[in-house]
């Protein structure tokens, strides 16, 4: 499903008139709510990302904290035939610490107006919990003529974690990127895919079953 992402909407949902449409109309459901925290443990660097799908074109989109407050309003030009049929929005990078003051914990309520003037709603928790981040054991920080036939990634599993995303890039480009379930240690890199003599970053997720990842990096130059 293609989404548009448009941020900084100036129209309301209740300029656009979600109080009436609610008592006249039965509500939509969005679908695959998520709202999770994005920890990189190496540098401190943590967001909070925020996401849904709809069936149906949507014309504005709002997310409202536990305690009714606004954190997100998405809107399209609807005049010109644009509609959001989904959205996947990060927050600014910024510590741990402030984002927690930011985005409590709780239920968040995600209200849409469609297209034809039926609401359209969903719910999502935000959990502050975070796993411990992963312990890589092969190849450590700095670490430098890894080889690039026959290498296998190594780490020691968290009992806590529903599963981990491995990256792998050089020299900037968009990297290999693999889902691995709960439980694993390892991966092994495919033979040739990585170039000789060139610093390496080598980046795991720990995901938690609440949706949170907490990420550590090893940067290493290959043989």
Do not use: C
């Not at 129209?11 to 679908?31: E, F, M, Y």
């Not at 399209?76 to 409590?104: N, P, W």
């Not at 080889?147 to 599963?163: H, I, K, M, R, S």
């Amino acid at each position: 499903m293609d989404k548009t992402l448009i941020a900084g909407a100036s129209i309301a949902l209740g300029i656009l008139g979600w109080q009436g449409a609610a008592q006249s109309r039965s509500p939509l459901l969005l679908k695959e709510e998520q709202m999770f925290i994005e920890y990189a443990a190496h540098n401190g660097e943590t967001v909070m990302i925020m996401s849904a799908e709809s069936e149906v074109p949507l014309g504005v989109v709002e997310v409202r904290n536990p305690l009714g407050g606004k954190v997100l309003q998405l809107g399209v030009a609807t005049h010109r035939g644009h509609s959001v049929q989904g959205f996947d929005v990060e927050t600014s990078e910024t510590t741990k610490e402030k984002l927690f003051q930011t985005y409590a914990e709780g239920l968040y309520e995600l209200r849409a107006l469609a297209l034809d003037g039926t609401p359209a709603i969903g719910r999502a928790v935000l959990s502050h919990d975070l796993l411990a981040p992963t312990v890589v054991t092969y190849p450590v920080e700095g670490a430098v003529n890894v080889p690039t036939t026959g290498l296998t990634l190594t780490w020691e599993a968290d009992t806590e974690a529903a599963g981990y995303q491995v990256v792998l890039e050089q020299d900037e480009n968009d990297g290999l990127s693999v889902s691995l379930p709960a439980g694993t240690t390892h991966f092994e890199v495919p033979n040739g895919y990585l170039a000789s003599g060139t610093v390496t970053q080598f980046e795991i997720g720990a995901i938690g079953y609440n949706g949170n990842r907490t990420l550590v990096e090893v940067v290493f130059t290959t043989l």
